[in-house]
Every structure is written in structure tokens, then in C-alpha cells.
């Protein structure tokens, strides 16, 4: 019987905290301030230099590859810039 109250307690625990951080995530994006996360270490420029060694017929494996990321990061993040 202890071990279920202290479960009990526990769930109630976690419930909210995950409250308190849900609650704090949307009144930072309200605000406009930053969530975190990983900082991008790729430039907007240098991913539109790329986009043009893209265009004038380079792979885009290669030129992911050249900037140190993967070829999917490559595309999302281009695909961000075009539109």
C-alpha cells in the first residue's frame, strides 16, 4: 500500500512539472523569445552559396558533405530560404 501511495505521488509529481514546462514553452513563444536548442552553426549565406553551387550543377551530396552537415539538413534548410 506504501509503494502505490508513493507512485501516487510521484505521477502527481511528474504531471506538474510537465504543466510548469508547457505553461513556460507557450508564454516564450507568446513572447517571442528564444525556446533554445541547438544553435545553427551554418549561416543563411553560406547555405545560398551552396544553393548556388546547387543550381550551377554541383551535387547536392557533395556540397552537404562539404558543409559539414547531412543531405537532408541541406534540403530542409534550403527549402526555408526559398520559400
Not at 509529481?13 to 541547438?38: F, P, T, W
Request: charged share 35%; proline share 1%.
Amino acid at each position: 500500500m506504501l509503494f502505490t501511495i508513493m507512485a501516487a505521488l510521484a505521477q502527481m509529481e511528474l504531471e506538474i512539472k510537465r504543466e510548469r514546462v508547457l505553461d513556460s514553452v507557450h508564454k516564450r513563444r507568446e513572447a517571442g523569445k528564444d525556446l533554445g536548442g541547438r544553435r545553427q552553426s551554418i549561416s543563411e549565406s553560406q547555405i545560398k552559396s551552396a544553393l548556388r553551387l546547387v543550381d550551377s550543377g554541383e551535387p547536392a551530396a557533395q556540397v552537404a558533405r562539404d558543409l559539414g552537415m547531412s543531405r537532408a539538413t541541406f534540403y530542409r534548410r534550403s527549402r526555408k530560404l526559398r520559400s
